[in-house]
C-alpha cells in the first residue's frame, strides 16, 4: 500500500469511526 | 451487599442461600486469584528491577491518598471512575451495536491518533448528555426529564439505524473508492 492510499484510508476510517462514535454515545443515553 | 444476599432474600428468589453463598465465596476467591497474580506476573520484571524500599514506599504512599481520597473527594473519584467506565464502552451495558463497531473502526484505523480521535468522540458523547439533567433541583424536573427521555428512547433507536445505515454505505462508498 503506497503511503497516500493508507492515508486516505485511515482518513476515510475515521470519519466512519467518528460518525459511529457519536451514534453509538448518544444512543448509549438510553442504556438501562 | 450484605443485606442483599440473606436467606430471607435467597428464598424469596427461590434459591438456597447456601447454594448461593459457596458459589459467592468460590468466586470472589478465584476472581482475588485471577487478579492477584495476573497483576504480579505483570509486575515482575519492575519488581525485579526495583528494591524493596523503594516499592514499599510506593505501597506507603498509594495507602495515604486512598485514605485522603476516601475521606473527602468522593464525588470527583466516583465520577472519574464511572466516566472512565462508560468511556470505554463495553464494560457496562451495551446498548447498542454500533459501540463494537465504532472500537472496530478504532483499531481498523490502524493509528494510536486515529484510534484516539475516535475514542475521544465516543467518551464525550456518551459523557455529555448529563449535562441534560444540570438543572434538575427538584423531584417534579426528574420526571420531566425521565418522560422526555422516555418519549425519545424510539426515535433514537430508529435514528440509531439511520446513522449506521449511512455510515455503512459511506464505508462502501470508500472501499470502492480506495
Same mark, same amino acid.
Given at each position: ?32 | ?6 436467606? +430471607? /432474600?435467597?428464598? *424469596? ?7 448461593? %453463598? =459457596? $458459589? ?5 476467591? &478465584? !476472581? ?6 495476573? +497483576? /504480579?506476573?505483570? *509486575? ?7 528494591? %524493596? =524500599? $523503594? ?5 506507603? &504512599? !498509594? ?116
Amino acid at each position: 500500500m503506497s503511503p497516500g492510499m493508507g492515508s486516505a484510508t485511515v482518513d476515510a476510517l475515521v470519519v466512519v469511526g467518528v460518525a459511529l462514535a457519536v451514534a453509538a454515545g448518544l444512543r448509549s443515553t438510553w442504556s438501562p | 451487599m450484605l443485606g442483599s444476599i440473606t436467606p +430471607l /432474600g435467597e428464598r *424469596g428468589r427461590g434459591s438456597r442461600w447456601w447454594v448461593t %453463598v =459457596t $458459589a459467592y465465596v468460590l468466586g470472589s476467591t &478465584l !476472581a482475588g486469584v485471577a487478579v492477584g497474580s495476573g +497483576l /504480579g506476573s505483570l *509486575g515482575s520484571s519492575f519488581a525485579s528491577r526495583t528494591p %524493596v =524500599t $523503594a516499592r514499599l514506599v510506593v505501597v506507603a &504512599l !498509594a495507602v495515604i491518598a486512598g485514605l485522603l481520597v476516601d475521606a473527602g473527594y468522593r464525588g470527583w473519584v466516583w465520577g472519574f471512575g464511572y466516566g472512565v467506565q462508560l468511556g470505554a464502552g463495553v464494560v457496562t451495558v451495551v446498548t447498542t451495536s454500533t459501540v463494537y463497531v465504532t472500537w472496530l473502526a478504532a483499531a481498523l484505523s490502524g493509528s494510536a491518533v486515529a484510534g484516539a480521535l475516535i475514542g475521544t468522540t465516543f467518551g464525550f458523547a456518551r459523557a455529555i448528555p448529563v449535562l441534560s439533567v444540570a438543572g434538575v433541583r427538584r423531584p417534579d424536573q426528574l420526571l420531566h426529564v425521565d418522560g422526555v427521555l422516555i418519549r425519545w428512547a424510539a426515535p433514537a433507536r430508529r435514528a440509531t439505524y439511520g446513522v449506521g445505515a449511512v455510515v455503512a454505505c459511506l464505508a462502501l462508498l470508500g472501499a470502492a473508492r480506495w
